[in-house]
């Protein structure tokens, strides 16, 4: 088919290389402009126009698609279907109607639960047991066109957002190709009206960790931050991300050195098994105890 590709982040990468892999026509590549990144400020590229770039992809990285020439420009492509992956910006109805099948989005939720921008880490935080992907048909509301296609999985006792990322993201550039494969005879079906859940923008202030919540929820705060941004508390003066964690035994005062790295909370404890001091590395618990004194308590 004759497609238009729109993603930004690592996550969408597979995706783009599944569609150059399964023959598809990629007619342009769009993407955030480069943003300032690293010590020096500098412009760096997204992870979408570098693979785009290095694949001889022409790239197009428009700040708004809201003007008459960006829709015209997007339109004058003739594409069959655009997908849509962690592009980022805002579709208007004329870019939405442009492709001939319309614009595909592939969503890492099972919706209607976790429409909006921070699906993989909400998932994780509220203790679901399961999410997935969805191949959704855009329209103008937010995460609410009818789905396509829906592959589930369960999330495991120690995953982290980082982890369900990566798997979410190779789910969903298999289940594009397939919906784009059996695209005439696919059925969009409307989302339900019950169940719907809003994935809200992952805010810093939520990162602190409150010793005073259940080793269930610390332990949900954790692996749902990590990679990023990483709860956190302070230990001995520095303020430690803790990036990986598990429920164990154990009871204490909220904040309490138990043993080794499990830290007491409201009820229970959590046990810490990977972690990064400030300007260095993730390290294992056990690398970070070496350099650190945990003390009697953390905060």
């Known amino acids: 088919m004759r497609l238009i590709f729109m993603g930004t982040p690592d996550f ?67 594409a069959d279907v ?17 492709p001939q099948h319309g614009c595909l989005n592939i969503h890492a939720s099972l919706l209607p639960r976790w429409r909006g921008a921070a699906p993989i880490h909400r998932a994780i935080m509220a203790g679901d047991a399961q999410t997935g992907i969805c191949i959704m048909q855009m329209e103008a ?50 989302q339900p009206e019950e169940g719907v859940t809003y994935a809200a923008k992952i805010d810093k202030a939520e990162a602190r960790i409150d010793w005073m919540q259940s080793a269930q929820e610390v332990d949900r705060l954790i ?35 138990l043993d080794g790295f499990v830290i007491a909370c409201r009820d229970g404890a959590v046990e810490v098994t990977r972690a990064q001091r400030p300007g260095k590395k993730p390290m294992s618990a056990e690398e970070v105890r070496k350099g650190l004194a945990l003390g009697p308590f953390v905060s």
Do not use: N
């Not at 655009?82 to 442009?98: N, S």
């Not at 995460?143 to 789910?171: C, F, K, N, Q, Y």
């Not at 298999?174 to 695209?183: E, F, G, K, P, R």
């Open 223 to 257: 692996r749902g931050l990590s990679p990023f941004p990483g709860a956190w508390c302070e230990i001995a003066g520095e303020r430690v991300k803790l990036l990986g964690s598990r429920v164990v035994d154990g009871a204490g005062r909220p904040g309490q050195v």
């Open 82 to 98: 655009a997908v849509v992956v962690a592009y980022g910006l805002i579709l208007p109805q004329a870019i939405l109607d442009a």
């Open 141 to 190: 509301g937010l995460d609410t066109g009818p789905v396509l296609l829906r592959d589930a999985v369960s999330i495991s006792a120690e995953e982290t957002t980082g982890a369900l990322h990566d798997r979410l993201s190779a789910m969903g550039a298999a289940l594009i190709v397939t919906a784009l494969a059996q695209l005439p005879d696919l059925t969009p079906q409307p």
């Open 12 to 78: 969408s990468v597979p995706v783009l290389d599944a569609l150059v892999q399964a023959g598809h026509d990629i007619l342009a590549v769009y993407c955030q402009p480069p943003r300032p990144a690293g010590r020096g400020k500098k412009d760096r590229p997204s992870p979408v126009q570098t693979r785009a770039e290095a694949l001889g992809l022409p790239v197009r990285h428009p700040v708004s698609l809201k003007s008459a020439d960006a829709q015209t420009d997007f339109a004058a492509l003739e």
